[in-house]
């Protein structure tokens, strides 16, 4: 088994943070954007979970940085790299976007990764011995993983061979970074000639979507974060899917939202669909909430922006709220049996 590396360990960089040991914050790295630019506004973005970290590591960047810096916290909602603070980022001379590889590289952003220093392996030995089938039943497998965890992803393909397996892995398309790597709206790493898929991250959000995406595949999660293993199950998210569908099948009048995040819209499919039907009105929005919605007169709405606002929060809104390829269903264009969990391949 291979030890725990300590590539990204705070405790090695001098400028250890006082409340955190997990994530590695790179603040060497950021200190030495503020010199090289002469930077007086800094521009900090964390995604949601992270949030509330934000004014420590403030407070540990203030002490390393020049006095005259003014350092901002970013209070819009974030849950990818396609989620920029696009207003906050025009106004500082250097911008952090925490949590997320680059969907697009960018001289004006700095791309703060916050890779674990949690070891994968004891967990991967016990999915191994739980869940996955053995090298000598099925030796093909699929390994996959998140932005957190990339900086592990070669030893964890090593640790796989050296027990029997073939691993197959992938980069996907460009709004990917890295092989192997997926995003909650994209799962291309996962395209390969393997029945079986390791996720080694953190939660469920990522392998479920995965599995959805690809049902005829076993995804097996191995979560080191929260140290359990388990097996993705997409059942109840189709079902949920099927009713959403029947739910907008006598709709008239259609809400059809496009999302103004910077990579999270798909202009060419909103127009389509307004285009090719005369009850289709365009929405434009940045956050699509509920609450936002509720004062539409509409018998139901198509997200083109993020798949997961359908995906997770569809319950949530009180008319149906369907993909584009669940709408082509609705307005009978393509048998029910044909929807799929929808996807995000563009960048910016």
């Not at 398309?173 to 898929?197: F, H, M, W």
């Not at 739910?247 to 103004?260: L, Q």
């Not at 909430?289 to 509720?294: C, H, K």
């Amino acid at each position: 088994m291979s030890g725990q590396s300590t590539e990204g360990d705070l405790t090695k960089t001098g400028m250890a943070l006082k409340h955190d040991r997990e994530w590695d914050y790179e603040l060497d790295r950021i200190v030495e954007a503020i010199e090289e630019r002469d930077a007086t506004k800094v521009g900090l973005q964390f995604p949601e979970g992270l949030k509330r970290r934000g004014p420590k590591v403030a407070d540990d960047l203030r002490a390393a940085a020049p006095d005259e810096v003014t350092f901002m916290l970013s209070g819009q909602p974030c849950y990818g790299a396609c989620d920029l603070d696009t207003y906050l980022m025009r106004r500082t001379d250097v911008f952090v976007h925490f949590g997320h590889t680059p969907m697009k590289e960018s001289d004006s952003i700095v791309y703060v990764p916050l890779f674990s220093n949690v070891d994968p392996f004891p967990i991967m030995e016990d999915a191994l011995a739980e869940e996955l089938a053995p090298p000598e039943e099925d030796a093909d497998v699929g390994l996959v993983t998140t932005a957190q965890h990339m900086n592990r992803f070669g030893e964890m393909t090593d640790w796989l061979e050296e027990r029997g397996y073939e691993v197959h892995t992938r980069r996907g398309d460009d709004r990917l970074t890295k092989e192997g790597q997926v995003l909650g709206c994209n799962y291309a790493s996962a395209d390969i000639p393997a029945d079986q898929v390791l996720y080694v991250g953190g939660g469920k959000f990522h392998p479920v979507g995965l599995a959805m995406e690809h049902p005829e595949k076993r995804v097996v999660i191995a979560d080191p974060v929260n140290n359990a293993v388990s097996v993705a199950e997409h059942d109840q998210f189709l079902k949920q899917r099927y009713a959403s569908v029947h739910k907008a099948m006598g709709a008239e009048k259609w809400g059809v939202i496009f999302c103004t995040k910077i990579g999270q819209g798909r202009w060419e499919t909103a127009q389509e669909i307004v285009e090719n039907n005369e009850n289709a009105y365009l929405i434009t929005m940045d956050e699509v909430t509920p609450d936002r919605l509720r004062n539409f007169d509409m018998d139901a709405f198509v997200n083109t922006g993020c798949p997961r606002i359908t995906t997770d929060d569809g319950p949530r809104f009180h008319k149906p709220m369907l993909t584009p390829g669940e709408y082509e269903a609705a307005i009978g264009e393509k048998p029910l049996d044909s929807i799929e969990f929808d996807t995000f391949h563009d960048t910016w």
